[in-house]
């Protein structure tokens, strides 16, 4: 059985997109898709899981991406390079609204 679509949550600082998607799709296409939201165009952006940088031309598939996995989020600067990304305060946000909805489950 194969999925044929799936969410991918983008995150950038305290925002959080999430962006339908085929396992298929290129990590270009899915730039494009995120233009239409942030008015970014697909060069201006860069998206990693964890700390690797993604590649416009491989798919999700290639990369493994699944299901309501997490994708980080940075813009181009000014000078060319892109912004610094703190992945692992990404995650402790994500961990954070686990526990808080813990807390409020009890």
Do not use: C, H, W
């Not at 962006?19 to 942030?38: H, M, Y």
């Not at 491989?58 to 000078?79: Q, W």
């Amino acid at each position: 059985m194969t999925i044929s679509s799936m969410y991918v949550r983008v995150k950038r600082e305290k925002i959080t997109y999430f962006i339908q998607a085929d396992p298929s799709d290129t990590i270009l296409e899915l730039k494009e898709k995120l233009q239409e939201l942030i008015d970014q165009l697909p060069e201006e952006q860069r998206l990693l899981k964890d700390d690797t940088p993604l590649e416009d031309a491989k798919s999700l598939a290639e990369y493994r991406i699944e299901n309501d996995d997490v994708l980080a989020l940075t813009y181009k600067l000014p000078d060319g390079n892109f912004e610094a990304i703190n992945i692992e305060t990404l995650k402790a946000e994500e961990e954070e609204v686990k526990s808080d909805k813990e807390v409020a489950d009890e």
